[in-house]
């Protein structure tokens, strides 16, 4: 966790006079007008604490801090001018976000309890934030589990969308990648609340019937209503709602005028057509030249990234275990359906510590079949074969 402070100011001397103030209290840098600080928040950023002059030439420091702002949220920021006239102090305020507005001349003792107060900030904002990641990534992960459960079809799909997805924002460099990827994983929540033989049908290329169309249409919207309950996850809510959509994924993905969230639901709609296309057997080329077909703008890195997406290869081993000697982290490389024909287990669906129970009990009723076609790292096949 950071505790580095930056104060901008436009005058050297006034930067020098402050980090002697600070000298031996404070882990302090110096930029040279509000350029410089941009430069320097890249280069050697995140900082706890940004401090900056108001009256500078090209950038002031409400603009500044305005754009620290959207580079740097958790940054704590402060700004120090000899101004002091009510109407600049509301507008730092409201526009850079700003923690305090001090002014020249400042003590060093009202200057030093104001930079602990933003460090203190800082380190809440960022505790609030982690404690906040740590809910959700657990959450992600329950929901996740019941998918796999109760709609392993709808899971398989999931499991390769996010996969795509991955691909994309990696490609493409885009921020937080985490959300599109989560939006990706979660896309398909909805189903665990649609009859499981119309998910069957629809993820196996069957027709369906207007009412079982009309049924398994709502499940972006049941997903919506699941997710949007839990906090920070309404963006991604809002992206899986609109997945369906016609938001296609045009100009330049760069565009700051686009919203993540619209950038997220485009991109989604595209992993998911992109999967039905090689669902029906096409390849990848082929899929991607279509869907390039179906959007003459599409961005030419996603087109790109589609082609280039190659399969799920590692250093694994594939085989044949005894379901009693499967490991979670395994990947089940065969559907596994009941005697009924239903299906449990869908291809590709990595062995969970749930799903390990749940194959082990339908063993034992005789449910299933007592060995399963798995691929996983060759270390731990190989220390599964060894300790059995």
């Known amino acids: 966790m950071s505790n580095k402070i930056l104060l901008v100011d436009d005058e050297p ?21 509000g350029a410089g600080a941009l430069i320097l928040l890249e280069k050697n950023g995140p900082y706890a604490v940004v401090v900056s002059d108001m009256r500078m030439p090209q950038m002031d420091g409400i603009e500044l801090l305005t754009k620290i702002r959207s580079r740097a949220p958790d940054t704590v920021r ?16 409201n526009e850079g976000n700003i923690f305090r507005f001090l002014t020249k001349p400042c003590q060093k003792e009202l200057l030093a309890t104001t930079l602990t107060a933003a460090v203190v900030q800082h380190h809440m904002v960022i505790a609030e934030k982690q404690l906040l990641e740590q809910t959700l990534s657990g959450s992600v992960q329950v929901l996740t589990e019941v998918l796999s459960l109760v709609s392993p079809a709808a899971f398989g799909r999931a499991t390769r969308v996010r996969r795509y997805m991955h ?34 049908r629809i993820y196996s290329g069957h027709e369906l019937s207007p009412e079982q169309q009309a049924q398994y249409d709502t499940h972006p919207t049941i997903a919506h209503d699941l997710l949007a309950k839990i906090p920070r996850m309404e963006p991604i809510a809002w992206i899986i709602l609109h997945q369906n959509q016609s938001a296609s994924v045009e100009g330049d993905i760069s565009d700051p005028e686009r919203t993540d969230m619209r950038l997220g639901a485009s991109l989604l709609q595209l992993a ?20 390039s077909r179906q959007s003459e703008k599409l961005d030419p890195r996603i087109f790109e990234a589609l082609v280039e997406l190659g399969p799920e290869v590692a250093d694994t081993l ?37 799903l390990l129970l749940k194959l082990k009990r339908l063993f034992e009723a005789g449910t299933i079949d007592g060995s399963v076609r798995v691929s996983s790292p060759k270390g731990l096949v190989s220390a599964q074969k060894t300790s059995s």
């Not at 600070?22 to 007008?33: C, K, N, Q, R, Y």
């Not at 402060?78 to 305020?93: E, F, I, P, Q, R």
Request: aromatic share 4%.
């Open 78 to 93: 402060v700004m120090l001018t000899g101004n002091s006239d009510v109407h600049t102090a509301v507008k730092a305020v």
């Open 318 to 354: 594939v085989c044949e275990l005894p379901v009693a000697e499967l490991s979670a982290g395994m990947i089940i490389e065969q559907e596994i359906r009941n005697r009924a024909g239903s299906l449990l287990v869908a291809n590709r669906q990595e062995v969970t510590l749930p």
């Open 13 to 33: 001397a006034v930067l020098q006079g402050l980090q002697r103030l600070l000298h031996g209290v404070f882990d302090t840098e110096i930029a040279v007008g």
């Open 272 to 291: 998911l057509a992109f999967d039905s296309l090689l669902h029906k057997g096409l390849s990848r080329t082929e899929a991607a030249h279509q869907l």
């Open 167 to 200: 691909h994309l924002v990696t490609r493409l460099r885009l921020g937080d990648p985490w959300k599109f990827e989560v939006a990706a994983m979660m896309s398909q929540l909805g189903c665990v609340a649609i009859d499981p033989e119309i998910i069957e």
